[in-house]
């Protein structure tokens, strides 16, 4: 089994050596190739791809959405599964051999487990109990029936990937639409806790607050412009403040039954979680109240002139093909 694994990046030169880092110690022994989407500050680049032998760094003049970035990466790649990771996760040693069990038994599309790479920060254990807890290798492995794939640790068969048309080119929840789609065509996704990544978060309370204001903001354009349920928002914004109970339950009922993070950081941290999903909820509201002001930009799935996109790395000639792997 062939994988490629297509990493997003925007100035992601803090995080993305440990990315490749994990990346190298997998005991997967399969061909595997990686590339990366750098739309950011590049300067880093040369030095990382002199470092780790093989990786193809594809670097944009300017700043492309991840679901945009996915996309590119994969007119370029050649495996028969397509990963897709973030370049704050460092993934762990068994992770893609895992992934590789749940496609050799059946399934076209597989979710991934994240864990909290930065516990020690309460602002970012906030940030993972809101934002990802669902995804914690605590939680038991199932299908994903009608819910998001994570596509900060994700993979898809490439036939399932082409059918359902890539990522949306929105600012964030292309993985939702890309989810919706798969649903939509009767792909069961596996959620497989033992093929885990640790997810770097913010630990700035700043970055927290404005980030959950943006996931609400743009879940509901999302689920506005398909027509699914919360799209009642649009004709009625106050609802979305009904929202909040919703999310907040679900996240205390989640710690509840599965014990996601210990009790005392889990209660030392229940206030900030209080106010992620207060900024989410006001997102949500926010999006309502300017859909019908906002022109839908879900359709442009590719950035303009990606095809001249400098590759560096690999056999592009533009750096030492000499290093670490």
Same mark, same amino acid.
């Given at each position: ?10 100035? *992601?030169?803090?995080?993305? %050596? ?12 399969? +061909?595997? +190739? ?13 030095? !990382? ?14 700043? &492309? ?17 397509? &990963? ?12 893609? @051999? ?27 254990? *906030?940030?993972?109990? &809101?934002?990802? @807890?669902?995804?914690?290798? %605590? ?35 292309? #993985? ?20 885990? &990544? ?7 309370? #700043?970055?927290? !607050?404005?980030g959950q204001v943006t996931r609400g903001y743009w879940n509901a354009m999302a689920r506005m412009e398909l027509g699914l349920e ?55 509201? %926010?999006?309502?109240?300017?859909? %019908? ?24 000639? #533009? ?7």
């Amino acid at each position: 089994m062939d994988f490629s694994i297509i990493i997003p990046g925007y100035n *992601a030169g803090k995080t993305l %050596k440990l990315c490749l880092e994990g990346i190298a110690e997998q005991d997967y022994r399969g +061909e595997v +190739e990686v590339l990366v989407v750098e739309s950011g500050n590049s300067d880093y680049v040369p030095d !990382l791809a002199r470092k780790f032998n093989g990786v193809r760094f594809i670097v944009s003049p300017a700043h &492309v959405f991840s679901g945009q970035a996915r996309n590119v990466a994969a007119r370029f790649a050649s495996g028969d599964v397509l &990963v897709f990771l973030d370049s704050d996760c460092r993934p762990e040693r068994g992770w893609l @051999s895992n992934l590789a069990d749940g496609h050799a038994r059946g399934y076209a599309a597989i979710s991934g487990a994240m864990d909290n790479g930065n516990p020690e920060s309460i602002v970012a254990t *906030a940030e993972y109990l &809101v934002s990802h @807890s669902s995804y914690s290798p %605590k939680m038991p492995a199932r299908v994903l029936d009608d819910t998001t794939a994570c596509s900060a640790n994700m993979s898809v068969r490439r036939e399932v990937y082409d059918a359902a048309g890539g990522f949306a080119g929105t600012r964030r929840a292309n #993985d939702f639409i890309f989810s919706r789609h798969l649903h939509d065509m009767n792909v069961y996704i596996l959620f497989c806790p033992e093929a885990s &990544v640790w997810h770097f978060n913010p630990c700035r309370l #700043d970055e927290y !607050l404005r980030g959950q204001v943006t996931r609400g903001y743009w879940n509901a354009m999302a689920r506005m412009e398909l027509g699914l349920e919360g799209s009642i928002v649009e004709k009625y914004p106050p609802l979305a403040f009904g929202l909040f109970s919703v999310r907040f339950w679900r996240l205390v009922a989640r710690y509840l039954r599965f014990r996601i993070v210990g009790a005392r950081r889990f209660f030392e941290a229940l206030p900030l979680c209080a106010a992620g999903v207060a900024a989410w909820t006001w997102g949500y509201f %926010k999006a309502s109240l300017e859909r %019908k002001n906002r022109e839908w930009t879900g359709d442009e799935l590719l950035p303009a002139g990606w095809e001249q996109f400098k590759i560096i790395g690999s056999d592009s000639g #533009d750096a030492d093909s000499h290093g670490e792997t």
